[in-house]
Nanobody, 120 residues
């Protein structure tokens, strides 16, 4: 099992930028991919961004494409989510996640989440 700890969430103004961090640890940490999801009040959890750990290939959800960048640091087992031009609708709890296999459809380890609030 992988332990994931997010940080960086806070209250920001619309239009500002924010970087979230997620540190992963575990007995054997070698995920195929890692990613970020978010959950706004009253809404379903939504995919934000993912990164293939070995190649660095990134992929993004449609709602945030062009405004977020995911990156990873193999040396520190840290994945980042850089967000820019934030909007009030980006307000949500952001979760770091890693599937145990190569697909998000299987078992997924989740962090505890970090709150991002964007005021207008």
């Amino acid at each position: 099992q992988v332990q994931l700890v997010e940080s960086g969430g806070r209250l920001v103004q619309a239009g500002e930028s924010l970087r979230l961090s997620c540190v992963a640890s575990g007995r054997t940490f070698s995920p195929y991919t890692m990613g970020w999801f978010r959950e706004a009040p009253g809404k379903e959890r939504e995919f934000v961004a993912g990164i293939v750990w070995s190649s660095g290939r990134t992929y993004y959800g449609d709602s945030v494409k062009g405004r977020v960048t995911i990156s990873g640091d193999n040396a520190t087992n840290t994945v980042y989510l850089q967000m820019s031009s934030l909007k009030p609708e980006d307000t949500a709890v952001y979760y770091c996640a890693a599937p145990s296999g190569s697909s998000w459809k299987g078992v997924v380890d989740w962090g505890q989440g970090t709150q991002v609030t964007v005021s207008s």
